[in-house]
């Protein structure tokens, strides 16, 4: 029964910051990587951010510099700070957990709205 709850979505001027915030319960091992994924309209699902339970991060180009993504293990909980928003920034922004033990199994939580106007 894990799940997984985002917070922090909302309505941003372009230039702003918005933190947003994941959740996670349920039987999640230590053994895992967090990460934030978006869709923007008329787009497909990409990769924003993930980091593993041991604090290494990776980025995607277009949010490189901007976006800061951490952690705090002992409460399954995921952040992402983003900041210098931009209109291209605009999705619906995805949490996930990859477990890593047994077999893997992927979490998503049901998504935050992130809109920054121009």
């Known amino acids: 029964q894990v799940r997984l709850v985002e917070s922090g979505g909302g309505l941003v001027q372009a230039g702003g910051y918005l933190r947003l915030s994941c959740a996670g319960s349920?039987?999640?091992?230590?053994?895992?990587?967090m990460g934030w994924y978006r869709q923007g309209p008329g787009s497909q699902r990409e990769l924003v951010a993930t980091i593993t339970s041991g604090g290494s991060t990776n980025y995607a180009d277009s949010v490189k510099g901007r976006f800061t993504i951490s952690r705090d293990n002992a409460k399954n909980t995921v952040f992402l700070q983003m900041n210098s928003l931009k209109p291209e920034d605009t999705a619906v922004y995805y949490c996930?957990?990859?477990?890593?033990?047994?077999?893997?199994?992927?979490?998503w939580g049901q998504g935050t709205q992130v809109t920054v106007s121009s």
């Open positions: 996930n957990v990859r477990d890593w033990l047994g077999v893997g199994r992927d979490y």
């Open positions: 349920g039987s999640i091992s230590s053994i895992n990587t």
